[in-house]
């Protein structure tokens, strides 16, 4: 039977999954092929999306969740069933930890062999794993709700706090069959997935009110406000009030890092001495300390009040007490601010600036004097000068960043001049995100990556560098290579196997991109590292410098020392 409604063409469960997730916007999909989605990913580029193929899930997944960040549409990683799934789950979980959206789709073996444990082929309960670890997780197991499931998830990846979602597929569905017609009305094109989150205006006048009254306020950018992309109403708040703030890692170049209002240089100081702080898009977890004790000490620790922009109402009074929550989406909130301060604001008081800008002058040359020092064996600082000015003279240049003083030192020294061109370990200092978010990065955006990778870091995706060269990505790998976790130097008090933080030393990591046809560098010294990453830079080859750090140069866990507990006992 035919009518106008109904075709004799027949579509099936791998069309329709491409076509929802196309007629979504969704151009882009990081996969590791095998049963039973090895067709997708070929039929997926066959239909015109990138289809960019990795060497281990977790690394799809890592990429997935950055072009989330970067780009406000979910990140699509998709993996095979069971073992494929599992080596994906770390990035999604890691996604919704860090609230970068994406969707993990996986393949799963059948639901009848599985439910009853019959030993399936990649046999596992892949929905009821993925859930505590997602923020969503829905599973398929029609073709004609295929739209459903994209649209669900979708939604769910980016409305309200953004996340990771897991979308279950199983085998059998990929297969079936449907009218073509029907298939293409059963697809949904999500309006609106992010709506906007205006702020009742109570709470604007509630948080006006305190920041007026304030004689020592601080803003604190963190990279919620990076995600938002309200950067000129952002730039506008900071401006108007005069107000310095302290941009967290991924907020960093929000504004420039030279920017006069910026108190990098002097954290410590604003953290202890600010009367009235309000985070926007940062959460008073680990990395700010809490909000209590000694960092947030100083004269003002028993009347210090918050105010807090964030889109999830419940990340207030996590910590200590909110006295202004501002709940909404960063622009609303932010354009709403901007109304209600009007154009005659009162700047801070300048004894809180003044001192602010001393310190930081003081610091600032400190820095300079230690950055300028070229030592016989390149240490981190020496090495970093040369990415910093090698990110000023390419503003556009994205900085992925891991490693423990290799992240540390990269932060406070290169400065960042553009939104959303660092991306690093984030909320859970997680190692192995290096050559995910690289790819990502390049991928998505066309711009020269560089990733300042600690030697242990970068094992834990090192053969990502086969992806970067395959794709022929604009991606410079800068392996910070001092011998090991931390250092070099930890030596078995036993003898016999060397200690556990000690790697091979003096590796030949640029030989593993040569290996791919890339471009491999060994640099001893500032003058090679920068003639490579210049080099890099320019030609956009795939390249990795092996940078060769003094081995005694490091500290143990860099600047989180004070969470790493040590054994005092004596035996
Ligand atoms: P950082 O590590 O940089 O301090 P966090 O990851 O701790 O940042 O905090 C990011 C916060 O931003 C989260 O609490 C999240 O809910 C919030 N957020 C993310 N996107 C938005 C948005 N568009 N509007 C408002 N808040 C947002
Ligand atoms: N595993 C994972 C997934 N994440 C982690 N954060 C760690 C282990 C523990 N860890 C850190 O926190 S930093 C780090 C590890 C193993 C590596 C530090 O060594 P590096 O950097 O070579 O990357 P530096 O420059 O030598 O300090
Ligand atoms: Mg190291």
Redesign the pocket.
């Known amino acids: 039977m035919t009518n106008d409604t109904q075709s004799t063409e027949q579509t099936d469960g791998f069309h329709l999954v491409i076509d929802a997730l196309k007629l979504n916007g969704i151009d882009t999909i990081f996969a590791l092929p095998g049963i039973p989605i090895t067709d997708l990913t070929r039929k997926a580029q066959a239909e015109g999306m990138r289809m960019i193929s990795f060497r281990h899930e977790q690394h799809a997944g890592n990429a997935a969740a950055a072009a989330g960040f970067l780009t406000q549409k979910p990140g699509i990683c998709l993996t095979v069933s069971a073992p494929g799934f599992l080596n994906g789950l ?1 990035a999604l979980a890691n996604a919704t930890t860090n609230c970068f959206p994406m969707i993990l789709i996986s393949g799963s073996s059948e639901r009848e062999i599985v439910d009853l444990q019959q030993g399936d082929y990649e046999e596992m309960d892949q929905l009821a794993i993925a859930k505590p670890l997602c923020k969503a997780a829905y599973r398929v197991l029609h073709a004609e709700d295929i739209g459903v499931g994209v649209a669900r998830a979708i939604r769910s990846a980016l409305s309200g706090r953004p996340g990771g979602v897991y979308l279950d597929l199983p085998a059998k569905l990929f297969a079936q069959t449907m009218d073509a017609a029907a298939g293409k009305r059963s697809l949904i094109k999500v309006v609106d997935p992010a709506p906007r989150q205006i702020p009742a205006p109570d709470s604007v006048q509630r948080a006006l009110d305190l920041l007026k009254g304030a004689k020592r306020p601080l803003i604190v950018l963190g990279k919620g406000a990076a995600y938002a992309q309200a950067d000129a109403e952002i730039r506008a708040l900071i401006e108007k009030t005069g107000i310095p703030y302290l941009p967290m890692s991924m907020a960093k170049g929000l504004l420039p890092d030279t920017h006069t209002q910026s108190a990098s240089a002097t954290r410590s100081y604003v953290l202890a001495e600010a009367d009235v702080v309000m985070l926007v898009g940062a959460r008073l977890n680990w990395l700010l300390s809490h909000g209590k004790g000694k960092t947030w000490g100083g004269p003002n620790a028993a009347t210090r009040q918050f105010i807090q922009i964030d889109i999830s109402p419940t990340e207030m009074d996590s910590n200590v007490p909110i006295a202004a929550p501002l709940v909404g989406d960063i622009g609303s909130c932010v354009s709403a601010l901007l109304a209600g301060i009007g154009s005659n604001w009162a700047k801070p008081p300048a004894d809180w600036t003044q001192g602010i800008a001393e310190r930081k002058d003081k610091n600032l040359t400190k820095m300079a004097a230690t950055l300028a020092q070229n030592p016989a064996t390149m240490n ?1 600082h020496s090495a970093l000068n040369v990415i910093r000015n090698a990110v000023k003279a390419r503003p556009d240049a994205i900085v992925v960043n ?8 990269a932060r406070s020294i290169v400065d960042m001049y553009e939104p959303r061109k660092r991306l690093d ?1 984030g909320t ?5 995100i290096g050559m995910g978010f690289a790819v990502a990065a390049a991928v998505t955006t066309g711009k020269p990556v560089i990733a300042i ?8 995706s090192g053969m990502e560098v086969e992806t970067i060269c395959r794709y022929n990505l604009p991606v410079c790998v800068i392996v ?1 290579n ?1 011998n ?5 130097t930890d030596v078995n008090p036993r003898g016999g196997d060397v200690a556990p ?1 000690v790697f091979v030393k003096n590796a030949r990591y640029e030989m593993m991109m040569q290996a791919f046809g890339g471009v491999g560098v060994l640099a001893n010294t500032p003058d090679e590292l920068a003639k490579a990453l210049d080099q890099a830079v320019a030609s956009g080859r795939p390249t990795l410098i092996n940078a060769i ?1 003094d081995e005694t140069a ?2 143990e ?2 600047r ?1 020392t004070s969470l790493n507990p040590q054994s005092s006992a004596k035996k």
């Open positions: 770390t981190f891991e490693g423990a003083n290799t992240l540390d030192f370990v859970w200092g997680i190692m192995g990778e600690g030697d242990s870091a970068f094992g834990f910070f001092n090991g976790i931390y250092k070099g933080t750090i490091g500290t866990s860099g989180i």
